[in-house]
């Protein structure tokens, strides 16, 4: 029995997207999040097994207790999630997936999600900057904060100085000053609800959630092809090793070529006849294995 040397592993939260940051501007955001995170392709094996109604919205909890995703040559990761899609005035707005090669605690998955939905999802708009895993306003409170500030810069530069003459500098100083301050707090009250969730690493959420379910898909799409070519080809030559056939064969396939591949796979995780003739065809030339011999009756 040959042992697998493609793996897939769930990859880590900072892998994917940079973890918190002190930044005005956040890159992880749900802005593209809809309905299409309910993809029938990607959700096929969660099974829905309750709903957590919270003061604004309600939580719909997916469970998929062992998911096999195939490996190369052979094998499979088991894999364990949660997801938890979180619908408001009719909309899917947040999801949150925790995916992890061990068992997931439903007990333990709703406190976090309790947790995320206090410290995230449902945080108060007065206690600072929204939380920039799970909301959309943080630009707008942005400008804001800096609007603010340059008021107060201003209000007190005018009381202090009626001259006018430091104007500018208390407006730049306000603007500079107020936001620093929320932003601050925003840090260490982030820090404080991170400290909340059970295992940080394993969640994802938002489109960050799609991709991951996405990745699964793509690694067992890759690998039903690598499967099937080495199989053809290890039936010409026995002595064609996997390490081999990646290196020196599927690595060199141009891409166009296993996109099709990728696209014409049946349900049974089977690539279309003709079409894996000529991914062999292609793949036994970059190793330079002879060409099997017609066979007549």
């Known amino acids: 029995m040959e042992s697998a040397i493609a793996v897939y592993q769930p990859p880590k939260e900072d892998s994917l997207t940079a973890r918190i940051n002190i930044s005005m501007f956040p890159t992880f955001v749900n802005e593209e999040l809809t309905a299409d995170i309910r993809d029938i392709s990607l959700l096929k094996d969660f099974q829905g097994i309750k709903t957590h109604h919270t ?8 469970s998929r207790p062992e998911y096999g995703v195939s490996n190369f040559p052979e094998g499979e990761t088991s894999i364990h ?4 899609l979180y619908e408001r005035k009719g909309e899917t707005q947040h999801a949150i997936l925790r995916s992890s090669t061990s068992p997931i ?3 333990q998955f709703m406190q976090d999600l309790d947790a995320f939905t206090r410290h995230y999802t449902e945080r108060p ?4 900057f929204p939380s920039k895993l799970t909301t959309f306003y943080n630009q707008i409170q942005a400008f804001a904060y800096m609007a603010v500030g340059a008021g107060i ?3 007190t530069v005018s009381l202090t100085n009626p001259s006018g003459l430091y104007t500018p500098l208390g407006v730049l100083i306000g603007m500079v000053a107020v936001p620093a301050v929320f932003m601050t707090a925003n840090v260490l009250s982030e820090k404080r609800a991170k400290n909340k969730i059970s295992a940080p ?8 959630a799609k991709r991951v379910l996405s990745l699964e898909k793509e690694h067992s799409n890759v690998t039903a092809i690598q499967r099937e070519l080495y199989r053809a080809l290890q039936e010409e030559n026995q002595e064609l090793t ?3 056939f990646l290196t020196h064969g599927y690595e060199r396939m141009h891409d166009d070529l296993i996109q099709e591949g990728k696209e014409n796979i049946d349900q049974e995780g089977h690539v279309k006849p ?3 003739e000529d991914m062999v065809n292609v793949v036994r030339t970059m190793l330079k294995i002879p060409r099997r011999p017609p066979q007549f009756a």
């Open 201 to 208: 690493g394993q969640y994802f959420t938002g489109d960050t």
């Open 242 to 244: 996997p390490e081999r």
């Open 153 to 155: 810069g201003l209000g």
């Open 274 to 276: 003709e079409l894996l």
């Open 81 to 84: 999630s949660m997801l938890a």
């Open 55 to 62: 003061k604004k919205g309600v939580w719909d909890i997916y």
């Open 105 to 107: 605690d439903e007990q």
């Open 125 to 128: 708009f007065i206690f600072g």
